[in-house]
């Protein structure tokens, strides 16, 4: 059975730093796409980072550019998202998706749709 676990959300002040990760099993992710999503109460789930299999290439949505990066660890099957300057706006829960498909070198999806595989979603929390 494929489980991805998020870890690493909490309380924070604004201006402050998490580092979420997720640690996926069952099968490897290796050459696959795996990004970050998050939803806010009362909004749709947004994307809000990506990285393509060896983390050659990352994309971000607008909101978090400069402020998130994502990498991850192809041997240990986990993918991060460190946090930085958060703002109160970022306040959602955070999953972990990946994209089991592969769309050929030049594809950056970051559509709810095109991941297939999920985490339960963490909790982040950041107070003004």
């Known amino acids: 059975q494929v489980q991805l676990v998020e870890s690493g959300g909490g309380l924070v002040q604004a201006g402050g730093s998490l580092r979420l990760s997720c640690a996926a099993s069952?099968?490897?992710?290796?050459?696959?796409?795996m990004g970050w999503f998050r939803q806010a109460p009362g909004k749709e789930r947004e994307f809000a980072a990506a990285?393509?299999?060896?983390?050659?290439?990352?994309w971000y949505a607008d909101s978090v550019k400069g402020r998130f990066t994502i990498s991850r660890d192809n041997a240990k099957n986990t993918v991060y998202l460190q946090m930085n300057s958060l703002k109160p706006e970022d306040t959602a829960v955070y999953y972990c998706?990946?994209?089991?498909?592969?769309?050929?070198?030049?594809?950056?999806?970051?559509?709810?749709?095109?991941?297939?595989?999920w985490g339960q979603g963490t909790q982040v929390t950041v107070s003004s």
């Open positions: 998706a990946a994209d089991s498909r592969y769309r050929g070198p030049d594809a950056r999806p970051q559509r709810v749709g095109e991941f297939d595989y």
């Open positions: 990285s393509t299999w060896n983390g050659g290439s990352t």
């Open positions: 069952g099968r490897t992710f290796y050459g696959n796409t």
